[in-house]
């Protein structure tokens, strides 16, 4: 119960500072609006190629993308403001009290998860208003929303875990480039079948894949467009997976005090 | 033993390249007493706070603080100590207020507690009116003041205060100085690195003088200064010509200097009276006619001692100084 009283005020701080600082909000909230502007505006033409799913609408299709996308960015905005902590010294106030260090982890990821909650209401209700259906109802909505929070979960606990190891905040901005390779190394903007042989090998291997797949076969009640248990799967295995490296590496950190 | 807030035994600290930051302290902080800690940078004290806070691992020795063990009952140090580190940050986008509820919720405290709490904190430091405000907009001395809050907010045994008013202004010191008698006074044990002689003339009971992570003088600052000698009285004279009766005359108070070619108008006396001696010097002057300009009292301070005990000067002093001076 304690535990929990400590969990939830590192994540509600964790929040407010990302409501604050300017350049954490941008990423997490506006870039994924406007990749998805960009892609719903510039490349709804491919849903006249042969092999491109029956959706009833584009938007539909392509914000499960931009839900995952919105996880990537949750999670690696947590892992830098962790970084930045470690590097200016906040990190150390943390270690002074009397708290479970596993704690110090989840009220972190829990902080990602309430972001990733809100981010992903905001992306279904923008899609919704520029003309989105979702046939797979109210019920389906609030699964993608529950799905996308344990996947920035997963997300945020490799940053987390790097944060933790190198203390290094420059070493996770510069992680920027690479979550857009996780991304678009996944199905998330285009069908899966439709993509190259090579980057099709190797969506099969990127747990992304997945969820975005599973989202999608929520949103669209379209069984076909992808299996929501394995997108669970795959993000609560990918959570459940970086939270316990990233407890790990706050334990390797410790030792090597 | 049960009388020790803090006690380290032959604590060492190695980093990396076998450099010795800690070499072998043995220290102890009685329980209630203000303990300074003085040293120049790289003399080893902030490493010494990092153990004692747990931050910081020892390579080997032994440290206690409230009686548990930094290493195998960090825990229980944790819950027991409050921690003002001079690098940790303060995150300038919380306000003050978050900051404090946030601390109390890491202490245990309940949604309502915290609240009151930080509040009554807030209060304490003077902090209430800007309390709502990030801490970004708050000035150097506001941002150590509410680090000090933060580090009350559990109502710590053993305050650790590592150099608080580097880099404040004198009001901001002082006002500082009077919160940490006013723990002192509430029977708060603090344990207070500074570089600054002043500051642990004015607050501490005891001074522990730490150079190259060894402890090479301790005792009260009185104590200290004792050691290395009494206080001089200079007499100058109005007339350089009655200096041998001036010496005579004065033989009697204390010892008197040998004379001096290059200041010949002018006669010191050793004595441990220090200043309460002026009197009697004036007196014993007058009763032989010698007639006096003016008489200065020196006293030895806490860099005569460190000059005594390291053979150089104490970094921090004379930018003390001067920063009094600017006042």
């Keep these: 119960m304690r535990e929990g009283r400590v969990v939830a005020a590192l994540g509600r701080r964790a929040l407010t500072v990302q409501f604050r600082r300017a350049q954490l909000l941008m990423p997490t909230f506006v870039l994924p609006l406007i990749l998805l502007a960009v892609i719903a505006s510039g490349t709804s033409a491919g849903q006249g190629l042969r092999g491109f799913p029956d959706v009833g609408s584009f938007l539909a299709f392509v914000v499960p993308g931009t839900v995952v996308q919105g996880t990537l960015l949750a999670g690696l905005t947590s892992g830098t403001a962790l970084a930045g902590d470690i590097e200016f010294g906040f990190f150390d106030r943390l270690l002074t009290a009397p708290v479970h260090r596993t704690s110090l982890v989840l009220g972190r990821l829990f902080g990602t998860f309430v972001l990733a909650l809100l981010q992903s209401t905001l992306f279904l209700l923008v899609a919704l208003i520029f003309g989105a259906h979702y046939p797979g109802g109210p019920l389906a909505v609030v699964a993608t929303i529950g799905l996308a929070g344990i996947n920035a979960v997963g997300m945020g606990g490799i940053t987390a875990a790097i944060a933790l190891r190198t203390g290094s905040l420059s070493l996770l901005q510069s992680l920027f480039p690479f979550m857009f390779v996780m991304l678009f190394t996944a199905p998330a903007f285009f069908p899966q079948d439709l993509l190259s042989p090579v980057l099709h090998d190797i969506s099969l291997y990127n747990p992304l894949t997945y969820v975005v797949e599973g989202v999608r076969a929520l949103l669209n009640d379209d069984g076909s467009l992808g299996n929501p248990w394995e997108g669970l799967a795959a993000a609560c295995g990918l959570a459940v997976a970086t939270t316990a490296i990233s407890t790990l590496a706050l334990k390797e950190r410790l030792r090597r005090l | ?327």
């Design chain 2, 1 to 327: 033993m049960s009388h020790a807030a803090v006690e380290v035994e032959a604590l060492v600290r190695e980093f990396k390249g076998g450099i010795r930051a800690v070499d072998g302290l043995d220290l102890e902080v009685r329980a209630g007493e203000i303990y300074g800690f003085l040293g120049p940078n790289g003399a080893g004290k902030t490493t010494v706070v990092r153990i004692l806070t747990t931050l910081l691992r020892p390579t080997s020795g032994r440290a206690l603080v409230a009686g548990h063990d930094v290493v195998h009952d960090g825990d229980a140090v944790r819950r027991a100590i409050g921690v003002a580190l001079q690098e940790a940050a303060i995150d300038p986008l919380m306000t003050g207020r978050e900051l404090l509820r946030m601390q109390g919720a890491l202490h245990g405290l309940r949604g309502p507690e915290a609240k009151e709490r930080a509040a009554a904190l807030l209060e304490r430091v003077g902090l209430t009116e800007a309390g709502d405000r990030r801490v970004g907009g708050y000035s150097g001395g506001m941002r150590r003041r509410l680090d000090l809050a933060l580090a009350l907010v559990h109502r710590p045994h053993v305050l650790f205060l590592d150099e608080p008013t580097t880099g404040l202004d004198p009001t901001s010191r002082a006002a500082l100085w009077r919160e940490v008698r006013a723990l002192h006074e509430d029977g708060t044990t603090v344990f207070l690195t500074t570089q600054y002689l002043e500051e642990a003339e004015q607050l501490a009971d005891r001074v522990g003088i730490i150079n190259r992570g060894n402890l090479v003088a301790e005792g009260t600052p009185a104590s200290l200064k004792e050691r290395v000698g009494e206080p001089t009285v200079h007499v100058e004279l109005a007339d350089p010509g009655s200096a041998a009766a001036a010496r005579a005359a004065l033989a009697r108070l204390g010892t008197v200097e040998p004379a001096n070619e290059r200041t010949p108008s002018r006669v010191a006396l050793r004595t441990a009276a220090g200043r309460a001696a002026i009197g009697p010097v004036i007196r014993a002057l007058d009763d032989h006619s010698v007639q006096v300009e003016f008489v200065e009292v020196e006293t030895p301070t806490l860099d005569d001692v460190f000059m005594a005990v390291t053979g150089s000067h104490l970094e921090g002093a004379e930018r003390a100084e001067e920063e009094a001076e600017a006042a």
